[in-house]
């Protein structure tokens, strides 16, 4: 069964800091790893999807980079805002079904 | 842009009644999928389905059923709520060529007293 963790739990950082993300998984036979965001109350958000091919992506001032064989995924926001408080969500395709992680939770203080 | 609509935002149910959550989305996606998702626990999936009319169970199915009659609705059904299924309840939806993203709808929030 595939295990998705994430490291820290939270995370409170200053304005203008950049974020870094951590996710680990246990089996690398995937087919995608997906990074959401979710704000208080609501659904997810999908920020970044990575194919079990590629390297890493890049969305704006987000990037995630992916290295299946170590199990690993780190999502980068660069120059954080207030706005980019949230709780954000790794998760792990296999075939056309995801396995999340806990999530971390960012607070960045103005 | 695609779009998961859920009915309720909110919901409040008395234990033994039989409460429906609904689902569409407008991609013309074949998978859809119920989670739920509670503190501590994460996300867990109940139910998915992979085509109209055609279901499979999820991680934690018990307690709960499903029906894909149309390829745009996805209704999650407690057959005899609960107070255990007090949650929040999260639909998605995926398409079958290309990257296989998974799109969320916005969650209900179930309280079964």
């Known amino acids: 069964k595939q295990e998705v963790t994430q490291i820290p739990a939270a995370l409170s950082v200053p304005e203008g800091e950049n974020l870094v993300l951590n996710c680990s998984f246990t089996?690398?036979?995937?087919?995608?790893l997906q990074w959401f965001r979710q704000d208080p109350g609501k659904g997810l958000t999908s920020l970044l999807l990575?194919?079990?091919?590629?390297r890493e992506q890049t969305s704006g001032r987000l990037n995630a980079s992916l290295d299946k064989s170590s199990g690993r995924s780190t999502l980068y926001i660069a120059a954080s805002q207030p706005g980019d408080s949230a709780t954000y969500l790794c998760?792990?395709?296999?075939?056309?079904?995801?396995?999340f992680g806990a999530g971390t939770t960012v607070t960045v203080r103005a | 842009d695609v779009k998961v609509t859920q009915s309720s935002r909110y919901l409040v149910k008395r234990t033994g009644e039989k409460v429906f959550l609904e689902c569409v989305q407008d991609?013309?996606?074949?998978?859809m999928f119920w989670y739920r998702q509670d503190p501590g626990l994460g996300l867990r999936l109940i139910y998915f389905?992979?085509?109209?009319?055609?279901?499979e169970k999820g991680d934690i199915p018990e307690g709960y059923s499903v029906s894909r009659e149309k390829k745009e609705r996805f209704s999650l059904i407690l057959e005899s709520a609960s107070t255990n299924q007090t949650s929040m309840y999260l639909c998605?939806?995926?398409?079958?060529?290309?990257?296989?993203?998974?799109?969320f709808g916005p969650g209900t929030r179930l309280t079964v007293l």
């Open positions: 389905s992979y085509d109209v009319k055609m279901k």
């Open positions: 991609m013309d996606h074949e998978n």
């Open positions: 089996d690398s036979a995937i087919y995608n």
């Open positions: 990575i194919q079990s091919s590629q």
């Open positions: 998605a939806s995926s398409g079958t060529s290309g990257s296989n993203e998974q799109f």
């Open positions: 998760a792990v395709g296999n075939d056309y079904k995801l396995s």
